[in-house]
């Protein structure tokens, strides 16, 4: 854990407020923010082990488990509800309980006028995604375990 | 000669298969042995007719749209590259009537200089308002955004001189200068578009406001759900060479907390902890970003600055109506059949934008209601659509305008649902610090189950628990969660039956 965390303290070296630019860094190298983590982060910030846990649990955005193969985040807002979002993201999780992907909502991802949508592996973007295309795009990306 | 060629690279055509039609495009173009270069432009606005491909001629832009794959052979038999023929041709985009008839000033070089070229930028009049503001002293600089009229654009409508002045009015050795854009509404996405778009005309901004209040070190707070903006701001901001001077901007990416653009939850953010609303006073502006003076505006607000100043206060006043001056880049979202961008003065009204420019629905069905300024905006029915367009109006009839962002929905709606999700996102997203937000979303969505469920006598309960929130809460989240609660009740009294 050690010798994957070093490089990245290393480059946030006197940054001010840098626990959250480290998090990021962390679950982008591993996919997850690991238990294991958390008492090193503290103390190279200087911080308590509370409140590295704190920030972690407090933002949706950090996972502390691994993730699938593949992360698809399905947009459950207003505007993607209005052209049928929650239709879609009840079928992305049934399908996800055959295959390695994680599903994960997300609260808008600025793309309302064409939804619903979805981001896979935060950064593929699909928009206007009915359940046949969204079917399309699991069996492209080979969800199955 | 080469031809040039405009791609969006802008998520939201990027979403509709911008990249594979450009990769198409150009592997075309390589089998015919034509020269032609690609500029990743950022979006026009114009989603129904993504992926829009534009073609440079001596006629203006030609642009083509909505441009699959397989229509990529048949545009080059079509000779599109010198703007031939084709069921897809728009003719010049500029004077397509959606764009012809909207007042761009934040968003005016959007979809049409690529954003990676800070040369392209100045070549497109950036850089001006910089140039004007380093001959003026910093008090000069504020009292031209004061005069200018415009106010916080993210929600608040804040005046903007008002609060860099308090800034500038604070000594401090250090001070600095935060762009909010975490622009987590749904139904908004003008943040995203100008910083994919358009990074230099808020770095400018920004640039702008440090002379203005005397800070060099600027911030940008982006939400994670936005990498595309995140890279085209990091990649303008490594291009920018000593265009900014001591000026230097970090962007800092958000983790999916909602209430983190709440602009002192953000503070929280950047300075590493989690995202909790602070009391105030004190104000950011005496003390915000590590307990410094702070000026916080929204993204689409920096990014009216450079106009102002390199155009003078008059040109930025003279439109708009009331206390509502200049434009306000408003988002057409949800069940909308021509949904996109569309930045007007202050003045137009929701019938206006909804039908003249939207079309009505996606789905044909009637449009019932329609929510106004994301997640703790009022749901309008259609008696309220020709309320015009301005922070006062809107106010007045118990709504807000917020960001801009409008959400359409069709007569298949179930309004007490939405009002049950208002208060389940209040549950989700609140920080937690105040007692009327954290318990009072998970009470009120309980109300609203056993509302639904037949218990017509809970809805006082309900009544009486938004008003608890609305005036007990600290901030935004729990203090305007009831603005959709009450207008779905009141509108919409029937869905609750």
């Known amino acids: ?145 | 000669m080469s031809v040039t060629l405009y791609i969006p690279g802008d998520a939201a055509a990027r979403a509709l298969g911008a990249d594979k039609v450009a990769a198409a495009i150009a592997a075309t173009a390589q089998q015919q042995g034509i020269k032609i270069n690609i500029v990743r432009n950022g979006s026009r606005g114009l989603f129904w007719l993504e992926p829009l491909v534009e073609v440079a001629t001596a006629q203006g832009r030609i642009a083509y749209g909505p441009v699959t794959v397989a229509d990529v052979p048949k545009l080059f038999s079509a000779d599109f590259l010198h703007g031939g023929k084709h069921a897809l041709c728009l003719g010049d985009i500029a004077t397509h009537p959606y764009l012809a008839k909207q007042q761009r000033v934040s968003l005016r070089r959007v979809g049409i200089v690529d954003p990676r070229s800070l040369a392209e930028y100045l070549a497109h009049g950036g850089g001006k308002g910089l140039a004007a503001a380093r001959k003026l002293k910093s008090a000069a600089i504020v009292q031209q955004v004061t005069d200018s009229g415009l106010r916080g654009r993210g929600g608040a409508a804040f005046p903007t001189g008002i609060k860099w002045k308090t800034v500038l009015d604070t000594a401090s050795d250090q001070k600095y200068i935060v762009c909010n854009a975490d622009e987590g509404d749904s139904g908004t996405f003008s943040d995203r578009m100008l910083m994919e778009g358009d990074p230099y005309c808020l770095i400018e901004g920004m640039a702008i406001a440090g002379l203005a209040v005397g800070a060099t070190r600027g911030y940008i707070y982006v939400r994670s759900e936005y990498p595309h903006a995140i890279t085209a701001l990091e990649s303008a901001l490594a291009n920018a060479g000593d265009w900014l001077g001591d000026f230097r901007i970090e962007v800092r990416k958000g983790a999916g907390s909602y209430v983190c653009g709440e602009e002192t939850a953000m503070l929280e953010s950047i300075e590493g902890k989690r995202g909790i609303v602070r009391s105030k006073p004190p104000l950011p502006a005496v003390s915000g970003l590590f307990g410094q003076p702070t000026v916080i505006n929204n993204v689409i607000t920096f990014a009216s600055v450079p106009d102002i100043l390199a155009q003078g206060a008059a040109f930025y006043s003279e439109l708009g109506v009331g206390r509502s001056r200049g434009t306000l880049p408003f988002q057409l979202a949800g069940n909308i059949k021509f949904g996109g961008l569309v930045e007007v003065p202050f003045g137009s009204t929701l019938r206006e934008l909804l039908y003249d420019y939207g079309g009505g629905s996606r789905s044909g069905r009637p449009l019932r209601a329609v929510q106004v300024g994301g997640p703790l905006g009022a749901y309008l029915p259609e008696s309220q659509f020709d309320t015009v367009l301005d922070y006062e109006a809107f106010s007045a009839i118990g709504a807000a305008l917020g960001h801009g962002g409008i959400v359409a929905f069709d007569d298949t709606v179930d309004m007490a649902k939405q009002a049950r999700y208002a208060m389940q996102f209040c549950a989700n997203e609140s920080c937690g610090k105040c007692t009327p937000c954290r318990i009072g979303s998970t009470r009120g969505v309980e109300v609203i189950d056993r509302i639904r469920a037949g218990h017509k006598e809970q809805i006082p309960l309900l009544r009486s628990l938004c008003d608890t929130m609305t005036h007990g809460s600290m901030c935004a989240m729990g203090g305007m969660t009831p603005y959709p609660v009450l207008s779905a009740l009141e509108h919409f009294g029937e869905d609750f039956e």
């Open chain 1, 1 to 145: 854990m050690i010798t994957t965390l070093q490089p990245i303290f290393a480059r946030h070296q006197g940054q001010a407020g840098s626990l959250l630019p480290i998090l990021h860094d962390i679950q982008h190298e591993l996919g997850y923010v690991p238990e294991e983590a958390v008492p090193l982060v503290a103390q190279e910030l200087n911080l308590s082990r509370a409140e590295v846990h704190g920030v972690i649990t407090y933002y949706s955005h950090f996972r502390r488990t691994p993730p699938g193969k593949h992360v698809v985040q399905v947009c459950c807002a207003e505007a993607c509800q209005a052209n049928g979002s929650e239709a879609l993201a009840a079928h992305a999780a049934k399908r996800a309980q055959k295959g390695d992907v994680t599903i994960e909502p997300v609260y808008c991802l600025g793309l309302c006028s064409i939804g619903p949508n979805i981001q896979i592996d935060e950064s593929e973007l699909h928009a206007q995604v009915t359940q046949k295309k969204f079917d399309a795009l699991m069996d492209e990306l080979g969800d199955a375990k």
